[in-house]
């Protein structure tokens, strides 16, 4: 537990470096802080606090900057939380109201990153499972395998398996016939459930590929069955702290094409009630370590069905991002409960 100094120096130096960007110094936090007390005592302070890991020094500068656990800190009970205006409130209402559910979704996401100038995403309320009306595999190379996966709704999904032995297009296409003959018209947690009380009888060498098979088609489905829309990303690629490291944004970015990590931790929102901020490391997604991601559950007619979020760098303005990502769910939850009894 942190004293009421150390809490109030601590709120300081989060408050100037969101501000700036740079480490904060002892004279600094002697101004901005409103206490009385000698830079001396202040350093002391700073030293107790990086003891405690709530701040750390960058080798480059006297001064100290937030951790994950500082800002932990300061959004659970430091923070005060900036209400919209309602002008600002009024054209939000506004961007989301008579479109069609698909395009307002795409409007709140929109709306995400172009008022907090980071990526906005929201998660689409999740579609019924597709069933299966064909499997296809083709041979790419001697271990790669194209699998092609034809849905009852007429949706293609292709993805490419590594195989550790590799397959004759014989053994490939007798492979399809089975799937084709003895599960179309399934899901694939269905056809799980079966193949879990067949795949004894089938021969050891097609068991892997099966398997293979399953994983795909089954992470393929659950993609197309959970929409996913995000906007924005460039934006980050203007946020100093994650820009000056490239191997870092790049790995953000195949995150934001693979989606289906990302999709799991805002759907973690949707089993808990209201904004929900993971900061860093938090997330358990490593390209997120530099990252905080801010979301909100939002409802059709009381019911959660999605989730709205915004990501971007651990250093930002939670006081805005915070009520902007509440108000965006809320406004949502209205406009699709109104669609949904018109």
């Given at each position: 537990m942190l004293d009421e100094r150390s809490r109030t120096l601590l709120k300081a130096l989060v408050e100037h470096y969101i501000a700036d960007g740079q480490p904060v110094g002892s004279r600094a936090l002697s101004r901005f802080s409103g206490l009385d007390l000698s830079p001396a005592t202040i350093r002391n302070v700073m030293a107790?606090?990086?003891?405690?890991?709530?701040?750390?020094?960058?080798h480059t500068s006297a001064g100290r900057i937030p951790t994950a656990r500082g800002y932990r800190l300061f959004v659970d009970s430091l923070l005060t939380v900036r209400p919209l205006e309602a002008r600002q409130m009024g054209e939000m209402e506004?961007?989301?109201?008579?479109?069609?559910?698909?395009?307002?979704?795409?409007?709140?996401?929109?709306?995400?990153?172009?008022?907090?100038?980071?990526?906005?995403?929201?998660?689409?309320?999740?579609?019924?499972?597709?069933?299966?009306?064909?499997?296809?595999?083709?041979?790419?190379?001697?271990?790669?395998?194209?699998?092609i996966i034809v849905t009852t709704d007429g949706d293609v999904q292709n993805r490419i398996l590594t195989s550790e032995k590799s397959y004759s297009p014989a053994e490939l296409v007798s492979a399809a016939n089975y799937l084709n003959q003895n599960f179309a018209g399934l899901d694939f947690e269905q056809i799980r459930q079966r193949l879990s009380v067949e795949i004894q009888q089938l021969r050891e060498d097609i068991k892997p590929l099966m398997a293979m098979t399953l994983e795909a088609g089954d992470a393929a489905m659950s993609e197309n069955a959970t929409p996913y829309v995000i906007s924005g990303e460039r934006n980050l690629l203007g946020v100093e702290d994650l820009s000056s490291n490239m191997k870092r944004l790049r790995e953000l970015f195949d995150l934001f094409e693979q989606r289906s990590s990302l999709i799991r931790l805002l759907e973690v929102s949707n089993r808990a009630e209201g904004v929900q901020i993971y900061i860093g490391g938090e997330s358990g997604i490593a390209p997120l370590d530099e990252c905080s991601v801010v979301t909100a559950p939002y409802t059709v007619d009381g019911q959660i069905v999605g989730s709205v979020g915004v990501i971007g760098p651990t250093r930002m303005a939670y006081e805005r991002v915070i009520p902007i990502v509440d108000i965006t769910a809320r406004l949502l939850s209205s406009a699709l409960t109104y669609q949904s009894n018109n």
């Amino acid at each position: 537990m942190l004293d009421e100094r150390s809490r109030t120096l601590l709120k300081a130096l989060v408050e100037h470096y969101i501000a700036d960007g740079q480490p904060v110094g002892s004279r600094a936090l002697s101004r901005f802080s409103g206490l009385d007390l000698s830079p001396a005592t202040i350093r002391n302070v700073m030293a107790d606090l990086e003891d405690a890991g709530f701040v750390a020094s960058p080798h480059t500068s006297a001064g100290r900057i937030p951790t994950a656990r500082g800002y932990r800190l300061f959004v659970d009970s430091l923070l005060t939380v900036r209400p919209l205006e309602a002008r600002q409130m009024g054209e939000m209402e506004e961007a989301l109201q008579g479109q069609p559910s698909k395009q307002i979704i795409s409007s709140a996401s929109q709306l995400l990153s172009g008022l907090t100038q980071f990526a906005g995403v929201v998660i689409a309320p999740r579609r019924a499972s597709s069933r299966i009306r064909q499997i296809e595999f083709l041979s790419l190379s001697e271990k790669r395998i194209l699998l092609i996966i034809v849905t009852t709704d007429g949706d293609v999904q292709n993805r490419i398996l590594t195989s550790e032995k590799s397959y004759s297009p014989a053994e490939l296409v007798s492979a399809a016939n089975y799937l084709n003959q003895n599960f179309a018209g399934l899901d694939f947690e269905q056809i799980r459930q079966r193949l879990s009380v067949e795949i004894q009888q089938l021969r050891e060498d097609i068991k892997p590929l099966m398997a293979m098979t399953l994983e795909a088609g089954d992470a393929a489905m659950s993609e197309n069955a959970t929409p996913y829309v995000i906007s924005g990303e460039r934006n980050l690629l203007g946020v100093e702290d994650l820009s000056s490291n490239m191997k870092r944004l790049r790995e953000l970015f195949d995150l934001f094409e693979q989606r289906s990590s990302l999709i799991r931790l805002l759907e973690v929102s949707n089993r808990a009630e209201g904004v929900q901020i993971y900061i860093g490391g938090e997330s358990g997604i490593a390209p997120l370590d530099e990252c905080s991601v801010v979301t909100a559950p939002y409802t059709v007619d009381g019911q959660i069905v999605g989730s709205v979020g915004v990501i971007g760098p651990t250093r930002m303005a939670y006081e805005r991002v915070i009520p902007i990502v509440d108000i965006t769910a809320r406004l949502l939850s209205s406009a699709l409960t109104y669609q949904s009894n018109n």
